[in-house]
Structure formats: structure tokens, C-alpha cells
């Protein structure tokens, strides 16, 4: 047994090269090497050394295939040294392999002279034609042969006398003396010992198939029982050599008609045929393709083919087969079972159009067929996009309001995925659609109006979408959809309260008249109160309260009334895991804690509202902690106006030290001022900025800035560098955007008035700040230009701070 060699290349062209010039001229060398083998040895050298300026089409598989050469090579040469002289019958055998082997090679050639073409040429052809004497018996000029023997030297020898069987058949095929009885022998024999024998020696038996093949269309018949096609197909899933000359073999012989019938039929035969058509070896790739194309006749074919991936067949057909096969083929992409990565690639190939156009202009089969494909396929927004470019809007629409009976029952598959298509941000670009869907809501069942309702979701929650928000206002939604709120059928009712959250979006700006009347309030806030109400529910009524206008005080009055904002802490205190439901919460409150209606403010603070914003700030999502800080920022505007009104008072009632505040001087607690400091929120306000996410940035330095008003900026910069806020928010002015750093800078030019902050972080910072002043926004020269003058650093550069006194 000599050694297969790998496709993937292992060693340089060079290396090999050398190892093979080496090996010819130690075969040579040998005292028993045959004459005729020396002298072709002798012509292979120099083949061999042209190969060093020689340009190659793969470069991987020619170097696979030299290795294939040294391997066989090497046979050779152990054959040579074997005990006893060179098996001559094993020896012929392998010098014919080392020809084909450099026909593969040569195969992989690039404008080669044609002097060099012509000489490999006649060197394969001495080497694959190579007969030593004494191999075959000759007697007045014809082939003696003993055709029932071979027969029984293939069923009982050894793997060694079937491999020199094969070299008396090459002889009588070379003769031609076989006649069809024997052949039919011989094939039985040979097919009989394919499963019995190991991998080198089955290479050789499917090569004796091949020559018998090419022998007579005969022994092609002879070849086309499914159990021999059986044999053959095993052979696909092998070493590289023999699945090269297994799928040969079925090449050779699938001019039969039989062959084509039967190897589609053979368990695992085309999925191995798509394996090696997606292969490195070029060889086998090449004739899987060949072979595919030829089962590709038959559509039961093409199917499996398709289930093992390989799609151009049946695009095929979709594109110039006859109806009833593009209706087959469209069903068969229906039902298939596809990896979102399998659906991008057929669409890639070109599957989306024709099935647009079997849908359009088809009979009811015929769109059925296609509609189910194309559903199929939309979950790729590659497909979506293709779907939309290829005109699959107006003809949806044409189904949707057809009322041909014949048609309705494609109505709810054909909501279903204008549903999906809309996801895609280009649905914009078809500025009748959200009319359209809208004006089908009320003619429809149920299962269509929720594709239609979340078809309108998906238009309307487009980072681009205001316009068609605004269009899907004026044409009545918002009427449209309170039957739908307060549906029976849970999912038409979220689907109503997403559809009619991403309408109230753009409502702040509407403040002429109201966004919604109480009775829509009411509907909203007894989802929030509810205890049947899911998390997706109370999430879209939620979010839809936090987009109303936050100085409507009416609204604020409903909420309240409803008791609302102790639900809501109740809520946070469950220990939510839905990230969205918090975040929105924590938008919610924003209403409840503006610095103007202090009378909200403590009823929402009594409620627990600042406990939970703290929570919010160390465990929500980045979104959630920066609307927990714009309440907090609100609440501490007024906590030095409170701790005033409660000091005296409460310093007679409480007179430990304990009791004053360190920031705002006066008596403070959570409950009474709203106070940052007492409610712990200064740590986890630093933690935020100390952390990656940079959305929150700008309201947490707002809400820091509360403790640096005029008449505690000192105690205030004390609490925030005792957190270890100095370094964050030197952090942010060298991360943040423009406006966080704006802030950042702010706090800092009040923080290096003092002269510890400058001897602790004056060094770190200045770098940064001279850098910002160098390349940053203009905005930020006059500030930066305090602060360096506060750590004595503006007399380098006076003038390009501009004013900094």
C-alpha cells in the first residue's frame, strides 16, 4: 500500500519538485530497474525540471497532484527493491498510473510551449501504453487468455492477484479479444470484490470497470443494475482517488438510459455528487458537474439536488420550464425546510424573479405555488430586498383587494407577507402602501388584520418613517384603531398597541391639539394596571404614555388619579426582565418628576419613584440609565430650594450633625428634598460613565451638574471626586460626543478651582485638554481655556483660547 496524498497543499512547489527529481534518479539507479523503465524515468526529468518556470491554473491542486505522482513514484521504487526483483505485471500497472497521473498535471498548464506539450504527450502515452515482456503470453501474434480463470484469480485472490488480473484485462481489452459473454463474467467478478477489498485496490477495480466501459456500450449496460450502481455510489463517500474514479465510472457509463433512471433513485448518490461539485478536487468536480447536469432531465432529480443545496436546476426550470414544472419547483421551495443562509443563496442565483412573475401572471395554482415560495424565501432581508426591486407590491395589492372568490383564500398568505417585505426601511419608497394597508383593516378576518396591523408596525417604526406616520394619522388610524385595543384576541391587541406607539412618536409636536382623547388614557393605562396583561402589552401602552406631551398637565392629572406611578414602581420592584418594559418605565417618569410641578414630584417621590430610578441606574439597559438620570436631574434642580425651607425647622427637631447634607448644607433626605446624595445615586451616576456605553453620557453629567450650582459647587465637586467622578468624567471629554463634552468641561473648570483637584488629576488632564483645544470643536476653546488657566498652562498659548478671564 503506498501513502494518498492530501489536497491541501503542504509543501512548496520547489521543495517537491526537488524530492521528485531525487526519487527518478534513485529509481534509475537501481540495479534491478528495468531498462524501459529507466529510459522513461530518464524523459521524466526533465519534465519535471520544466516544471520550475511553468505557470499553472490552480496552484493547490497541482501541487496535490505531484504528490500523487511522488506517492505512485515511490510504489515504483519499493516495487524495484522488492525481494526477489520487480513484480513485472505490479511494476507495468504502476508505471501506466505514474502516465495518467502526469496527464493530470499536465491538465493544470498554462501556455506551455507546445514542443514541451508535444514531448509529455508521447511520454504519457509510452508510459500508460507500457507493456514489460513476459507479462502477457503471446502465441502466433494473438492473446492466449484464460478469460474463466481471471474470473475465478478476481473472486478468490488475494488484493495482489486481482491487481495483476487487471493487467491481463488492460492486455486483452488492448487486443480486443474479449467477447460480451466474458465481459459480463468479469464485470460480475470485479463488482462482486469492490466492497471486499481496501481502498488502494478498489481505485484499481473501478479503473478495470472504466476501461471494460469504454470497451463496449455492452458492458455499460451490463453495469446499470442498481446494485451495482449501489457499489459504485458507496465508493463517492471515499478517499480522494477513489471517489474521482467512482464518479468517473458513472460518467462513463450514464449514456445509458437505465443509469439515469436508476442512480437518482440510490440512497445519498446526489447528495454526494453536490458534495464533490462543491469540492477542491477539480477532476471530480468537473465530472459531478457533468453528472448533475445529466440527471438534471429529470425533475424528480432536480428536487434532490435542491435538497442537497444545489439550486441552479431548479432555477432552471422556474426560469424556461413548462408551467406545470414551475408550478412543481415553486411548491417544492414552499415546503423545503431552509437555513436562512441556504434562502439568501437562492435568491442570489436568481430565484426571486421568475417566481415574482409566476406569481403575478399564473392561475390560482400557479400563485398559490409561487406566493408559498416566495414566503418562504422573505425571511432573508437580502430576499426582501430583491422581492421589493422585482415589482411584487402591486401585484400583492391587486390580491389583497381582489373579491374573486377564487382568490380569498390567498388573502391571508399574501398579508403575510407584505407583513415581512415591510420590514425592509425600502417599503418607504413605495408611498402608497401605508394608505393601501390602511384602508384594508376593516374589510378583512382577523388573522388578515393582524399581517395588516403589524405590516403598518413595521412601516411606521422606520428610523425614516415620520412621513408615513404622520399620512397613517391624518387618514384616521388612530379612530381606526380603538376597537382593536380593547380586542378579545390578544395578539390583534398588541399588535394595535405597537401600531399605535410608533404613531405617538412624533405627538409632541402636535400640540394644538391632542394626540388622544381620555378615552384612549383610560384604555392605555387599565393595560398597565392590569394583571392579565402581558409584558408586550404593558410595554406598547407604557411607551405610548411616555411619547405624550410631558407639559400637557391634564394628561398628568389622568395618570396620576390613576395611581399610576406606584404601579409602576411595584412593577420595577418584581425584578422585570424584559430590558424594553423598564426602559420605557423609566421614560414614563420623566413626566412625573419635571422640576415645574413640584406637587407631582412628591407625590411620585413619596411613591418610591427615586429608589427605583437608583436601581435603574445599576442594573437597567444603557437607554433605560439615561432616562433614570433625566428624572434625577429633575428632582435635584429643586432639592437646594427644599433643603432651605426644611432647615431650621428640621435642625431644632434633628439637631445632629448627622442630619446636615454634605452638598446642599442644609437637612436633606430622599423623601423631603430629593436629594442625590442621600439617595446613593452619585456612585452609580460615575459608575455609568466610567462604563463603555456612551448614550447616557449627557444626561448623567446633567444630573451630576445639579450638585455644582453656585452656592455648593465646592461641596459638590467634593462629593462627586469622593465617588471618583473626576476621573470619569476627564474620561468623557476624551470619548464623549460634543455635547457630553461640553458638560464634562463644565464640571471640570469648576473642579480645578480648587488646588487638590489640580495637584491630583491636573496632569492627566491637561494633555487631553490641550489636544481638544488643538482639534476639537471651537465651542470648547473658551472653557478649555479656563481650565488651563487654572492650572497655569494659558500663558503658552494666550490668544487661541480667546477670552478665558
Request: charged share 20%; hydrophobic share 45%; proline share 3%.
Amino acid at each position: 500500500m503506498h501513502p494518498k496524498a492530501s489536497l491541501t497543499p503542504s509543501r512548496s512547489l520547489p521543495s517537491l519538485l526537488a524530492d521528485l527529481s531525487a526519487l527518478i534518479n534513485s529509481t534509475i539507479s537501481l540495479p534491478a530497474t528495468p531498462p524501459l523503465l529507466a529510459s522513461l524515468l530518464e524523459q521524466l526529468n526533465p519534465v519535471v525540471d520544466s516544471l520550475y518556470q511553468t505557470r499553472f491554473s490552480d496552484y493547490a491542486t497541482v501541487v496535490s497532484t505531484l504528490e500523487l505522482l511522488q506517492a505512485e513514484l515511490n510504489h515504483a521504487n519499493s516495487l524495484v527493491r522488492a525481494p526477489g526483483g520487480p513484480h513485472t505485471g505490479l511494476l507495468q500497472l504502476s508505471v501506466r498510473e505514474i502516465g495518467r497521473r502526469l496527464g493530470l498535471v499536465q491538465e493544470a498548464w498554462v501556455d506551455v510551449p507546445v514542443e514541451v506539450k508535444e514531448g509529455v504527450d508521447m511520454l504519457k502515452a509510452e508510459m500508460v501504453g507500457l507493456r514489460f515482456e513476459g507479462v502477457t503470453k503471446k502465441k502466433n501474434a494473438g492473446v492466449v487468455a484464460d478469460v474463466e480463470d481471471l474470473v475465478v484469480r478476481i473472486k478468490t485472490g488475494d488484493e495482489e492477484g486481482i491487481v495483476n488480473a487487471g493487467l491481463e484485462i488492460d492486455g486483452l481489452i488492448e487486443e480486443s479479444v474479449l467477447v460480451p459473454e466474458e465481459c459480463a463474467g468479469l464485470i460480475s467478478a470485479l463488482f462482486g470484490r469492490i466492497c471486499l477489498v481496501k481502498s488502494d485496490c478498489r481505485v484499481k477495480i473501478l479503473s478495470m470497470l472504466r476501461r471494460l466501459a469504454g470497451y463496449t456500450n455492452c458492458n455499460k449496460e451490463k453495469m446499470s443494475s442498481s446494485e451495482y450502481l449501489s457499489s459504485i455510489v458507496r465508493c463517492l463517500s471515499r478517499d480522494e482517488e477513489e471517489r474521482r474514479e467512482a464518479v468517473g465510472l458513472l460518467v462513463d457509463i450514464s449514456d445509458v438510459s437505465k443509469v439515469r433512471q436508476r442512480i437518482g433513485r440510490i440512497k445519498g448518490c446526489i447528495v454526494m455528487l453536490v458534495a464533490l461539485q462543491n469540492g477542491d478536487d477539480l477532476i471530480a468536480k468537473s465530472n459531478a458537474e457533468k453528472l448533475l447536469g445529466t440527471l438534471s432531465n429529470s425533475t424528480q432529480n432536480v428536487l434532490l439536488m435542491a435538497e442537497a443545496g444545489y439550486f441552479a436546476p431548479m432555477i432552471h426550470l422556474l426560469n424556461e420550464g413548462s408551467d406545470m414544472n414551475k408550478i412543481l419547483m415553486a411548491s417544492a421551495i414552499s415546503k423545503m425546510r431552509l437555513t436562512e443562509q441556504t434562502k439568501a443563496s437562492l435568491g442570489e442565483q436568481g430565484s426571486i424573479e421568475p417566481l415574482v412573475k409566476i406569481f403575478t401572471a399564473g392561475n390560482l395554482e400557479a400563485k398559490s405555488s409561487a406566493l408559498g415560495a416566495i414566503r418562504n424565501l422573505s425571511s432573508s432581508p437580502k430576499n426582501i430586498q430583491l422581492l421589493l426591486n422585482s415589482g411584487i407590491i402591486s401585484p400583492l395589492f391587486q390580491l389583497l383587494f381582489s373579491v374573486t372568490s377564487v382568490l380569498m383564500t390567498l388573502r391571508e398568505p399574501a398579508s403575510s407577507l407584505l407583513a415581512t417585505l415591510a420590514k425592509s426601511e425600502d417599503i418607504l419608497l413605495h408611498k402608497s402602501v401605508p394608505q393601501k394597508t390602511l384602508s384594508l383593516v376593516n374589510l378583512s378576518s382577523a388573522s388578515i388584520q393582524l399581517n395588516l396591523l403589524n405590516a403598518l408596525t413595521n412601516i411606521t417604526s422606520h428610523q425614516n418613517s415620520k412621513r408615513a406616520r404622520t399620512k397613517v394619522r391624518e387618514n384616521g388610524a388612530i379612530q381606526l384603531l380603538l376597537p382593536f385595543l380593547t380586542s378579545q384576541n390578544k395578539e390583534i391587541r398588541v399588535a394595535a398597541l405597537n401600531l399605535l406607539f410608533n404613531l405617538s412618536k412624533d405627538c409632541k409636536a402636535e400640540l394644538d391639539k391632542p394626540f388622544l382623547e381620555e378615552t384612549y388614557i383610560a384604555i392605555l393605562v387599565n393595560v398597565v394596571t392590569s394583571q392579565l396583561a402581558s409584558d408586550s402589552e404593558k410595554t406598547a401602552a407604557i411607551g405610548t404614555l411616555s411619547n405624550l406631551p410631558i407639559k400637557d398637565e391634564k394628561i398628568t392629572e389622568i395618570l396620576m388619579k390613576a395611581n399610576l406611578v406606584p404601579l409602576l414602581v411595584y412593577l420595577l420592584g418584581t425584578k422585570i426582565s424584559n430590558e424594553l418594559l423598564v426602559e420605557r418605565i423609566a421614560g414614563l417618569f420623566i413626566r412625573f418628576t419635571i422640576p415645574s410641578n413640584k406637587k407631582v414630584q412628591n407625590a411620585s417621590v413619596t411613591s418610591g419613584v427615586i429608589t427605583s430610578l437608583v436601581t435603574i441606574l445599576s442594573e437597567g439597559s444603557i437607554r433605560a440609565k439615561s432616562k433614570a438620570a433625566v428624572s434625577l436631574s429633575q428632582l435635584s434642580q429643586n432639592t437646594l430650594a427644599l433643603s432651605k425651607v426644611k432647615s431650621s425647622r428640621s435642625l431644632r427637631l434633628y439637631p445632629s450633625s448627622e442630619t446636615r447634607c454634605e452638598v446642599h448644607g442644609g437637612y436633606c433626605t430622599v423623601k423631603s428634598t430629593f436629594c442625590l446624595v442621600k439617595a446613593g445615586a452619585v456612585s452609580p451616576l460615575v459608575r455609568i460613565l466610567e462604563g463603555n456605553g456612551r448614550k447616557a453620557d449627557e444626561n448623567v453629567l446633567e444630573a451630576l451638574s445639579t450638585l455644582m450650582q453656585d452656592e455648593i459647587w465646592e461641596r459638590g465637586v467634593m462629593a462627586i471626586e469622593k465617588a471618583s467622578g473626576i476621573e470619569a468624567i476627564i474620561k468623557i471629554v476624551e470619548v464623549g460626543n460634543l455635547k457630553a463634552q461640553e458638560k464634562a468641561i463644565w464640571i471640570l473648570e469648576r473642579a480645578f478651582r480648587i488646588e487638590r483637584n489640580r495637584e491630583k488629576y491636573g496632569e492627566v488632564a491637561q494633555v487631553l485638554l490641550i489636544d481638544l483645544a488643538q482639534k476639537g470643536n471651537q465651542i470648547l476653546r473658551p472653557m478649555i481655556g479656563k481650565i488651563l488657566a487654572h492650572l497655569q498652562l494659558l500663558q503658552l498659548q494666550p490668544s487661541y483660547f480667546g477670552d478665558a478671564s
